[in-house]
Structure formats: C-alpha cells, structure tokens
Nanobody, 125 residues
Framework: HLQLEDSGGGLVQPGGSLRLSCGAS????????IGWFRQAPGKEREGVSC???????YIADSVKGRFTTSRDSAKNIVYLQMNSLEVEDTAVYYC???????????????????WGQGTQVTVSS
C-alpha cells in the first residue's frame, strides 16, 4: 500500500499564493507520475497538474500561468505552487499516484490509484 501525504492548504485572499506539498515516507516519488487534482463542492474532480517520471511538468489549461509543479527528489516531495489565486480555485486538493497527461487533460492511469487525504484550499476575501 502506497501512502501519500498532502499538506499546505489554508485560507488565502484572492491574489495570494499557497504551496502544497505531496510527500511519501516509504517509497521514492521519483519512480511515479505524481499529480494534483481538486474537487470543489458540486463539481467533478479536475486534474490540475502532473509531474512525470522524466521530469516533465504538465499544467491544466485552467490554471496555466498561475500554477506550477515541481519535484524535490532530496526531500521526496512534489509541490504545487499556486499564485494569483482566485475564488474559483477553492476546493479540496489531492495528490495522486499516478497521473496521466493526455492531450489537454490530466487524468489518472488505469489500475490502482493512490490518493493523499486531501488539503482544503479556500480563497476568499
């Protein structure tokens, strides 16, 4: 069983920034595509980013230019840096193993998908 630990959410004003972290204590994230997904109340889950094994970062069109994803192999963490946050970014954010970028969308690979417990991001004035 692969366990992911996501954190870093909180309450921020519009225009602010947050950095989410996805870590693992029992295995290396370097060997997996690690993604960030979000789900707002009443909405479908949306793929936000995917950082692949070969070090390529994919960002969904809806947040491109504001969000970035990166990996720190020494710390075994994949980050989601969120800047210029908007009210519409309010959601629970989950990291996942494994993501799959496909054209304009970011989904999950077939088979077992492992999820973090989720971290709440609230953007409000």
């Amino acid at each position: 069983h692969l366990q992911l630990e996501d954190s870093g959410g909180g309450l921020v004003q519009p225009g602010g920034s947050l950095r989410l972290s996805c870590g693992a204590s029992d295995f290396s994230l370097d060997y997996y595509n690690i993604g960030w997904f979000r789900q707002a109340p009443g909405k479908e889950r949306e793929g936000v980013s995917c950082f692949t094994i070969d070090g390529t970062a994919y960002i969904a069109d809806s947040v491109k230019g504001r969000f970035t994803t990166s990996r720190d192999s020494a710390k075994n963490i994949v980050y989601l840096q969120m800047n210029s946050l908007e009210v519409e970014d309010t959601a629970v954010y989950y990291c996942a193993l494994e993501c799959l970028p496909s054209g304009a969308t970011i989904g999950t690979k077939r088979g077992m998908v492992y999820w973090g417990q989720g971290t709440q991001v609230t953007v409000s004035s």
